[in-house]
């Protein structure tokens, strides 16, 4: 039986968390908004200074980071009731064993301490990523068209991200 553990992730863990996510980002790059470049521009004291403001799990299996994701509560006095889970992303040799959903249990634990309701983006054509958050209480309120570009040796091509939210 394979044993997963589940803990935040703390600046100590920048250089993990950060070759995990780049390698989502470079093997799953369509279901994200965001490239490599995007997050090398922000620089590694941005990064630092996330993984210490923000509530960031990372989930290990023998001592090695299979999984991670975000969650942030928002900024001033009249969106704080609201909080962000982003960043979801799981190695594929973990999928199908509960990591995600480990994840997302434990990002809105925390969430339900400090906020009334939490929301996220999702690349509308990825059915999988969508059933799952459905799975998981969120619920569809809008799509954003063309809002993510996808650069192909072709040309660009556009997908519409799925805006969902739910109560916590």
Not at 55 to 84: C, D, M, N, T, Y
Not at 113 to 140: K, M
Request: hydrophobic share 45%; proline share 4%.
């Amino acid at each position: 039986m394979t044993t997963f553990t589940i803990r935040r992730l703390t600046p100590a863990d920048l250089a993990a968390y950060r070759a995990l996510r780049d390698e989502g980002l470079v093997r799953d790059s369509d279901a994200f908004r965001i490239s490599v470049a995007d997050d090398d521009a922000l620089g590694e004291q941005a990064w630092r200074d996330r993984l210490a403001r923000d509530f960031v799990v990372g989930v290990e299996r023998g001592g090695q980071l299979v999984g991670i994701g975000g969650f942030a509560r928002l900024p001033g006095e009249k969106a704080s009731h609201k909080g962000l889970i982003w960043g979801m992303y799981v190695h594929p040799d973990a999928r199908g064993a509960g990591v995600a959903d480990l994840i997302m249990t434990t990002l809105l634990d925390f969430a339900r301490s400090c906020v009334r309701q939490v929301q996220l983006t999702v690349a509308a054509d990825n059915p999988r990523a969508v059933a799952f958050y459905e799975r998981h209480g969120f619920i569809g309120y809008g799509v954003e068209p063309a809002s993510i570009r996808r650069d192909r040796p072709e040309g660009s091509v556009y997908a519409d991200e799925a805006l969902m939210w739910r109560l916590v």
